[in-house]
């Protein structure tokens, strides 16, 4: 292929061609704009660079190859038959490039945000080393904000929401049937949104008066008047919020119209039922919090004033419409990880699942009951006082269909045949981390407790054990489950094991003790802190850094096994759900025949359970030995 071709065709040269072309075009439509309205100086950087934040991304993905198929059918030139050359992996260059293979996609998802997971935990070992002491040690106060800021919002936004798409993405097709997404060029353009967003809030260390150092949350009028590196998170958001968006409505079109024969509703998986239920939380949720950021981005860039409390701006509706989203998020980055256990605890411990309909029915309770709790986050904000007491009791009660899953956990565990591999261990941990932490959920929608100790290190303490000792924990659950699937690979137990013990024990040991700094009143988000809290501290801080090293355990676990692991058979882990009854790594298309689903997932020890079958097969019992293809 000629130079000039690869430029011409779609992938990395034409992308890196795109991107100072994008950057070119926002310029002159932004000097064209100013010289046109007489607006003086006509050449302003902050406003150049602002329009290339939107422009340069988009080139990029034009460039890249995302739009060339929908681009060629609105020109309405000749449809080109589909080869399908641009689906499947046949090498490792088939990763890095626009892939409409669903599993394709789930592997970019995985090792992209555990890339972003990496950036946030060396900038949480920053922190911790800045925090191992009082007073100034390695970066000062507005470089301080910006690394809690910025890591925060990746690992929310570019790891943890979007890590349990990746899992789905490879997992969930396979899970019913089908032999992808309903969508698959919109499923490659999902991925490729996300790590422009990442990239961007990283580049925002490189803007003029440092990265956006308003937290996470970036609360408005304080948003609307920081340095430009904020803008690069108001724009980072958009894309992800798309490519989230963008998702949901393939898993949701996905779910309900390609099933497989015989898979009602009440025959699909649990994790199927968690992705579904957190779809539609997506879907209502997500346009929020990206209405939110254009406000401030509307505010910040053409002078208007939706927040700007001397022009009659609304600051308290910044936060209302911003927890709006993302206290539903906090369910968006929990209930794939209880589909996740449901998988892990069933096939590990050989038991059917305790209650699979109410577990299905406590999903939609809390997609319900997720929008009606939103302002415990502003108790202290000068809120309508009467609004409280409301939310102080919805918050509480949306703790019932979360109890509900932990018991019947609980029950599916009993007089289980229990094997402790490691995806089990996984399991096991987020279930008393989760619960640890939604204790002390409970103990914040008291309100005067709240307000004790708002912006402390109690709710630090709160939102990781339910996030990393939750979210997180099912993630390693969910990896090491479908590992032998996706890589056709068997990964090390030995290491496996050392992980999850230094990872519960060290997870422990750092944020067990910020509850108790945090009741005493030590406020997040200050780079410095009283000398009486210097001991826990110290603690926290090493404890933090053993913490973070464990990840490398699981890192070499994956990269050598991967590479080098023994190899896995279709189904190592006897499991019964349609995913296992095919090779490992599976075909290109899935399956050779399409499945027909004749019993419920969880049948294990049920004499004569079968849940899918292939064309042509007898249904097996469970136990006995299968043909290939059949659910045992």
Request: charged share 10%; glycine share 10%; proline share 6%.
């Amino acid at each position: 292929m000629t130079m000039a071709a690869r430029f011409r065709a779609p992938g990395w040269y034409r992308a890196l061609l795109a991107i100072p072309l994008g950057f070119a075009l926002a310029a002159a439509i932004d000097i064209g704009v100013r010289a046109l309205y007489g607006w003086h100086p006509i050449v302003d950087w902050t406003a150049i660079v602002t329009v290339s934040l939107i422009a340069m991304p988009l080139a990029f993905l034009v460039g890249i190859g995302c739009f060339d198929y929908w681009f060629r059918w609105a020109s309405g030139a000749p449809t080109i038959p589909e080869d399908h050359s641009g689906h499947g992996a046949r090498s490792w260059r088939d990763y890095f490039r626009v892939n409409t293979d669903h599993k394709v996609i789930g592997i970019q998802y995985i090792v992209t945000t555990f890339f972003f997971f990496i950036l946030g935990g060396v900038m949480a070992m920053l922190m911790r080393a800045e925090l191992a002491s009082p007073g100034t040690q390695f970066v000062d106060p507005n470089t301080f904000n910006g690394l809690f800021s910025v890591h925060a919002s990746l690992m929310i936004f570019l790891f943890i929401i979007p890590v349990f798409a990746g899992i789905a993405n490879y997992v969930l097709p396979l899970m019913i049937g089908a032999p992808d997404m309903a969508f698959p060029r919109l499923n490659a353009l999902s991925y490729w949104m996300l790590p422009t967003a990442g990239l961007l809030m990283i580049a925002s260390f490189l803007a003029p008066g440092g990265a956006f150092s308003t937290g996470w949350t970036a609360y408005a009028p304080l948003s609307d008047h920081m340095p430009l590196g904020q803008t690069f998170f108001n724009v980072a958001v958009q894309f992800a919020g798309a490519s989230s968006i963008a998702t949901a409505l393939n898993f949701l079109v996905t779910i309900i119209t390609m099933r497989a024969p015989g898979m009602t509703f009440w025959r699909m998986p649990l994790l199927v039922w968690a992705n579904f239920t957190t779809s539609l939380l997506v879907v209502i949720a997500t346009p929020f919090i990206a209405g939110s950021q254009f406000f401030v981005l509307f505010d910040r860039t053409l002078g208007m004033h939706f927040f700007d409390p001397g022009r009659s701006g609304d600051v308290l509706m910044y936060q209302h419409v911003f927890w709006f989203y993302s206290h539903p998020a906090v369910y968006i980055m929990m209930l794939p990880g209880f589909g996740i256990v449901s998988e892990v605890i069933s096939t590990h411990a050989r038991k059917p699942i305790f209650g699979y309909r109410m577990m299905a029915f406590s999903l939609m309770a809390i997609v319900v009951l997720g929008f009606t709790v939103w302002a415990h986050h502003m108790f202290v904000s000068g809120m309508f006082p009467w609004l409280r007491v409301p939310m102080m009791l919805t918050t509480m009660l949306i703790a019932v269909p979360t109890g509900i899953k932990i018991f019947s956990w609980l029950a599916t565990l009993w007089r289980g045949v229990i094997h402790l591999r490691t995806p089990m261990l996984f399991a096991l941990g987020f279930i008393t981390m989760f619960t640890l932490g939604g204790i002390s959920g409970i103990m914040l929608a008291v309100i005067p407790f709240d307000i004790h100790v708002s912006d402390t290190y109690f709710v630090v303490a709160h939102i990781h054990y339910v996030l990393f000792g939750g979210s997180v924990f099912t993630i390693f659950a969910g990896i090491y489950h479908w590992f032998p699937k996706m890589t056709g690979r068997m990964y090390d137990e030995g290491l496996g094991k050392i992980h999850f013990w230094l990872s519960f024990v060290f997870f422990n040991l750092t944020f067990g003790p910020m509850h108790l700094v945090g009741i005493d009143g030590m406020p997040r988000r200050v780079a410095d802190y009283a000398s009486e809290f210097a001991t826990l501290n110290a603690l926290i801080s090493i404890s933090a850094f053993i913490f973070g090293l464990s990840f490398l355990v699981f890192l070499y676990n994956m990269v050598a096994s991967w590479r080098h692991g023994p190899a896995a058979e279709g189904n190592p882990w006897r499991a019964h759900t349609l995913e296992w009854q095919v090779s490992s790594p599976p075909p290109i298309f899935n399956f050779d025949d399409v499945p027909t689903v004749v019993g419920g997932p969880y049948e294990y020890g049920v004499p004569g359970a079968v849940h899918g079958v292939f064309k042509d097969q007898e249904p097996v019992a469970a136990g006995k030995t299968a043909t290939a293809g059949v659910a045992e």
